[in-house]
């Protein structure tokens, strides 16, 4: 059966990276679909951005229930009794690091993206911004993008349009895609939940404010 090259899926957080990924995509394709997850995260608040920004921007959007992965490993984006490491550790991944998630988030997604004989998965993971995360990097991605072909035998592509942008440069991709304002004052980043600039101290506001001064910075 031919395959539907018209049609991409996008892996949605609600954050800055993925919902520039989603208007990466519907620059790009007739028709996005866009996956978020619950998977009992304490910024759940990030799920409502999702499904604002799909709304608003006319997006078919559908969440799934990972509730699961809660239960598997501890760490501070699902434990209520375990603050967010401000600064990267020394040895180690970060405590915001839950295993498996890209793996699982992609491996549901390829699942949905076969039954819609689609083949283009997208996700806004990057390993030039990578927080120390192991399943943001490009080895990976290419490792399961393999795995799942040979899983369902089907052509799958994983596509990163962030792989090897700073977040500076994602920004930049922001403005480009004239949705810089959106990215701003409608997605949340931010671990504790605080969405447009976040609580400005926790990892993934620091990442975002950094790259977003370079970008002001870039401009003058």
């Known amino acids: 059966m031919p395959r ?11 954050g800055q990276d993925s919902t520039t990924c989603l208007f990466w995509a519907k620059k790009r394709y007739e028709k996005v679909y866009a996956i978020s997850f619950d998977y009992g995260q304490k910024h759940i608040k990030e799920l409502e951005c999702a499904k604002a920004i799909t709304k608003k921007y006319d997006v078919e959007h559908y969440i799934m229930d ?17 603050k967010v490491d401000e600064d990267a550790p020394k040895v180690g991944t970060p405590n915001s690091f839950v295993d498996g998630r890209n793996m699982l988030f ?7 993206v076969k039954q819609k004989n689609i083949t283009d998965i997208i996700t806004g993971v990057s390993q030039s911004d990578f927080s120390g995360y192991p399943d ?8 399961l993008n393999t795995t ?3 899983a369902m035998d089907y052509e799958f ?10 977040k500076k440069e994602t920004w930049e991709l922001a403005e480009e895609l004239g949705v810089l304002e959106v990215i701003k004052n409608e997605t949340l980043t931010c671990y504790n939940g605080i969405m447009g600039e976040g609580c400005g101290h926790c990892p993934a506001c620091k990442l ?4 977003y001064d370079a970008f002001l910075n870039g401009k003058k």
Do not use: H
Not at 4 to 14: C, F, M
Not at 66 to 82: F, K
Not at 136 to 143: G, L, P, Q
């Open 157 to 166: 592509q994983i596509i990163t349009p962030l792989m090897w942008l700073d």
């Open 136 to 143: 943001c990097r490009d080895v990976f991605i290419k490792s």
């Open 4 to 14: 539907n090259k018209k049609e991409a899926v996008v892996v949605l957080s609600g």
């Open 208 to 211: 975002r404010k950094k790259g």
């Open 106 to 112: 992609l491996s549901f997604v390829a699942v949905y």
């Open 148 to 150: 799942l072909n040979l």
């Open 66 to 82: 990972l509730s699961l992965l809660n239960q598997l490993a501890p760490n501070s984006l699902t434990r209520a009794d375990i």
